[in-house]
């Protein structure tokens, strides 16, 4: 059974998304899908600023649905939502893009199998003490958990009163953090970090806890990665195993007019000895 919460916000028991998962939100094609759907009733959903968010048609027995937060409906679903004289529904975009996360991600489990356990129980307060160095502690504002792995970030975050929006493209890490409850349904979205800002507006804050190897075959790779993170953080802290990785990372800030200070973190020595810390307020990256 489908998680509750979207099918609530939309008024019905249950609904079902085209969209087969979360990465593919930002696909059109699926516009054309929805429209298949040919439905007797219809529910129209806008958020605050009466943008579309989503649209569902009652079809049959069930309710289909799709999701406009990655992309716009196309006209012709528009017509077809108001020849069946249609009810609509508004919410807000932030609750509406939780609860379409919590569907994706809830089903994460039950799909596919957990990786191994590999939080290093001392971990958590090491990077907790680490992250409270540099910020403080939160008051609930939204921080990015860029690779998130099986959570450990994401937990600690929540211990420091931040609200984590955490992503990663391994699903088997993902399941194991969802199975330990370090990650949250809600805040959790399976999709490719390297085209991480086409599914979310920039916030304020942002890790990536223990990037890399940054050999040479995936420098490429990891310099995309690292420059989505800047594109949807403000303050942006980073941490890699090695100084060369560090001062790369350093350099592909300077490429996108961050700052970044690089310093060794001699508490972690194995996961976190380098610290990567950019403010997209600053000026001119220092490229000595």
């Known amino acids: 059974m489908a998680p509750l919460k979207a099918a609530e ?11 087969p998962q979360f990465a593919m939100l930002p696909d059109p094609r699926y516009n054309v899908t929805l429209s ?12 605050e600023k009466e943008d579309p968010i989503a649209l569902a048609f009652h079809n049959g027995d069930c309710w289909v649905a799709g999701s406009f937060l990655c992309r716009n409906p196309n006209a012709t679903l528009i017509e077809q939502f108001e020849n069946i004289n249609g009810e609509i529904y508004q919410e807000d975009r932030a609750v509406w893009a939780a609860a379409v996360r919590e569907y994706y991600s ?13 939080l290093n129980p001392k971990r958590r307060g090491i990077l907790g003490n680490l992250i409270e160095e540099f910020w403080g502690s939160g008051s609930g504002e939204t921080c990015v958990d860029c690779c998130c792995g099986s959570g450990v970030g994401s937990l600690v975050l929540r211990d420091l009163n931040y609200t984590p929006l955490s992503y990663d493209n391994d699903e088997t890490l993902l399941c194991r953090g969802l199975k330990e409850n370090r990650l949250l349904p809600e805040e959790t979205m399976w999709l490719d970090a390297m085209i991480a800002s086409r599914y979310f507006e920039p916030v304020s804050k942002g890790i990536g806890i223990m990037m890399g190897e940054i050999n040479c075959f995936a420098q490429d790779m990891w310099q995309q990665i690292v420059s989505e993170l800047f594109a949807v953080s403000r303050e942006t802290l980073i941490t890699v ?16 007019g961050r700052q970044v200070t690089v310093t060794e973190n001699p508490a972690d020595p194995i996961y976190d000895l380098w610290v990567c810390r950019s403010d997209a ?7 000595r």
Request: no cysteine; hydrophobic share 40%.
């Open 9 to 19: 916000i939309l008024g019905v028991e249950e609904i079902i998304f085209v969209e």
């Open 36 to 47: 298949l759907a040919h439905g007797d009733e219809g529910r129209l959903l806008l958020d």
């Open 106 to 118: 809830t089903s994460i489990p039950t799909e596919v199998p957990p990786s191994i356990e590999d």
């Open 241 to 256: 195993g090695t100084e060369r990785e560090a001062l790369l990372i350093r350099d592909w800030g300077a490429d996108l």
């Open 281 to 287: 307020n600053e000026g001119p990256a220092d490229t």
